[in-house]
């Protein structure tokens, strides 16, 4: 049974930081490519931050230079750090897991920007 379990979201300030973290399990972890998605109320869903098996990563222009993506294989997880973090990132933040044609969603966890 495949699980992506996200965690760390909550309610900060304008300019600040918050690091998610997704928990893999019932996966190869290294062998998935990772990402992480959000969807803002009213809006679709969409990209913030992927990376491969390998490590390569890539990031919506929007969120370039203040967010982070990393993987830890070891520990089945990946991270999203984000730095000066902005109202409009406000969104549930999924966890992505993909690898050929197959994908797994984790539950989201909500991110909210507010003074």
């Known amino acids: 049974q495949v699980q992506l379990a996200e965690s760390g979201g909550g309610l900060v300030q304008p300019g600040g930081s918050l690091r998610l973290s997704c928990a893999a399990s019932?996966?190869?972890?290294?062998?998935?490519?990772m990402g992480w998605y959000r969807q803002a109320p009213g809006k679709e869903r969409e990209l913030v931050a992927a990376?491969?098996?390998?490590?390569?990563?890539n990031y919506a222009d929007s969120v370039k230079g203040r967010f982070t993506i990393s993987r830890d294989n070891a520990k089945n997880t990946v991270y999203l750090q984000m730095n000066s973090l902005k109202p409009e990132d406000t969104a549930v933040y999924y966890c992505k897991a993909h690898r050929g044609w197959t994908h797994y969603w984790g539950q989201g966890t909500q991110v909210t920007i507010s003074s």
């Open positions: 019932g996966i190869i972890f290294s062998m998935n490519g």
């Open positions: 990376i491969t098996s390998g490590g390569s990563t």
